[in-house]
């Protein structure tokens, strides 16, 4: 069964277009880079994919479901900036995850706060910036979602911060289950890519395998993405 | 469900609102115990008691304005700012979400009034049975009268239907109150830049139109009055034909803006948002 079917999407802010006449679909089991420069359109596209945005026209489905609460109970999204209450302790975001999202799994996620030393009873406002965002990471991974969002997650940190992230991100999901990880550090998760999607000014380029994206070019989907995205 | 968000949507603003109230009780309680002693009696006491009577009055306003504005500011930050890319994502439909903040801001609304009406009533007999235990003559307490035939003379409604109007306007104002701000915001979320700026214009917008509105339908009924009796009459049933008017009229005004903003915000809050 298609994961996450998008069709036909389209995106405008008044005379500006966004996205255009986008159209792809994922199967189970997948890690997907969303790649393209600032501005190509990636979080626009994330977020008609959470319900977060109206397109302006086309459709999302998810598991041939419209976006709505049964689309939503199987999608863990990480948006690109903090997003929660920061007067709420750790443990209570814990508890707000684990009762509205059935497969939320608490355990898991005190687990990691503890490897990293966080105090489930510290409020989100007394930890750094880099710990929020690790603190956000482990509740979207502490979840056994069927399709993860993640975007621009290793924006802005630190190269050992993107090693615990990565490490995180990869031990943490099922294998059935799929990745879309937007970034525009490629290097970093180049290795860990089984798909990608290349959009430009709001526009699909390229949706292609890995593999046969190196293959037909012998370069490395960094090198590839330097030369389509070259200024 | 909307169990669980009404579960959080307590918590959250009970941080807020229950200090607010809890203020307003202790407030009541000075004032009355202030108002059973004789520190009040003698009329050098007008010096200070007049500073203390302002400073209760504008607390209590103070203390509603922050509970409306903050029932608006906690809807707008939770569902349209950062916070609402979390709420949005909930495996929850948009009119639970909707109906979650509209329950608690509304309740909270309604405590509110009523704390605040209970205040005036119970420092305004605490100072009644202060003056009568003190023996204070005032012609106003000379009167050896029915307390409910000249409750009927004097507002125009017997007590207890006076008091049933009067629980139906606080419901229904608080109602359309919170729905206005609500009818705003979501208002505001259609445009494309300027989403808040728009939202209080809104809001302003329709304060203005609502004012208008209200006024002509309060005068309307007073002109007629007023042009079938004598003006003597007029004069003495002033204040009983004022009620007799505007509780009906007023009421049927905050039901039909109650029902009309219900109906915009459900239409409003069922399409996806646009989040920044």
């Known amino acids: 069964m298609t994961l996450l079917e998008c069709k036909n999407l389209t995106k405008t802010y008044g005379k500006h277009t966004a996205l255009s006449d986008i159209s792809f679909q994922i199967d189970g089991g997948h890690i997907i880079g969303l790649l393209g420069p600032n501005g190509s359109g990636k979080t626009t596209l994330i977020k008609l994919i959470n319900g977060l945005l109206s397109p302006t026209s086309g459709t999302v489905y998810v598991k041939e479901e419209p976006i709505g609460p049964a689309s939503k109970n199987i999608v863990s999204y990480l948006p690109d900036h903090t997003y929660l209450n920061k007067n709420t302790r750790v443990q209570d975001i814990i508890g707000f995850f684990a009762d509205f999202y059935e497969d939320f799994d608490s355990l898991r996620a005190y687990d990691m706060m503890a490897k990293l030393q966080i105090n489930p009873l510290q409020k989100l406002k007394t930890l750094s910036k880099g710990t929020q965002e690790k603190v956000q990471l482990i509740l979207v991974m502490s979840r056994h979602a069927s399709l993860y969002i993640l975007d621009e997650p290793l924006a802005g940190v630190d190269p050992a911060a993107r090693d615990y992230i990565l490490e995180t991100i990869l031990s943490n999901y099922d294998e059935n289950a799929s990745i879309l990880i937007s970034t525009h550090l490629i290097s970093d998760i180049e290795n860990i890519l089984d798909e990608v999607i290349f959009l430009k000014d709001g526009t699909l380029h390229t949706h292609a395998l890995v593999d046969e994206l190196r293959e037909q070019g012998h370069k490395s989907v960094d090198t590839i993405f330097r030369e389509v995205f070259k200024c | ?249 007023v009421n049927l005004i905050y039901l039909v803006l109650s029902v009309a903003f219900y109906m915009i915000c459900r239409a409003l809050a069922n399409r996806r948002p646009n989040l920044d």
């Not at chain 2, 169990?3 to 603003?13: A, G, N, P, S, V």
């Not at chain 2, 200090?19 to 004789?38: F, R, Y």
């Not at chain 2, 208008?212 to 007029?234: C, K």
């Open chain 2, 1 to 249: 469900m909307l169990k669980k968000l009404l579960k959080y949507e307590w918590k959250d603003t009970c941080r807020l609102l229950l200090p607010i109230n809890a203020a307003i009780i202790v407030l009541t309680v000075l004032g009355c115990a202030m108002l059973s002693t004789s520190i009040f009696d003698s009329e050098a006491s007008l010096f200070f008691a007049i500073p203390l009577l302002l400073l209760y009055v504008l607390s209590i306003v103070a203390f509603s304005s922050v509970t409306i504005i903050y029932i608006y500011v906690r809807f707008y930050k939770n569902l349209y700012t950062a916070e609402g890319y979390l709420m949005h994502t909930l495996p929850v439909t948009p009119m639970q979400l909707f109906h979650s903040k509209l329950i608690v801001g509304f309740s909270w609304f309604c405590l509110n009034s009523l704390l605040s009406t209970l205040s005036f009533m119970a420092l305004g007999f605490a100072a009644g049975f202060h003056l009568e235990a003190a023996n204070i003559n005032y012609d106003a307490f000379n009167m050896n009268f029915n307390p409910f035939v000249s409750f009927a003379d004097i507002f125009g409604y017997p007590l207890p239907i006076f008091l049933l109007w009067t629980l139906a306007l606080l419901v229904l104002s608080a109602f359309s109150s919170i729905l206005m701000g609500y009818v705003s915001i979501l208002l505001g979320q259609q445009m494309e830049r300027n989403k808040l700026a728009a939202s209080i214009a809104i809001y302003f917008g329709i304060y203005m139109v609502i004012q208008i509105i209200s006024s002509v339908a309060m005068m309307v009924p007073e002109i007629i009055t007023l042009a079938n009796t004598t003006e003597e009459e007029f004069t003495t049933n002033f204040l009983s034909e004022t009620f007799r008017v505007a509780f009906p009229v």
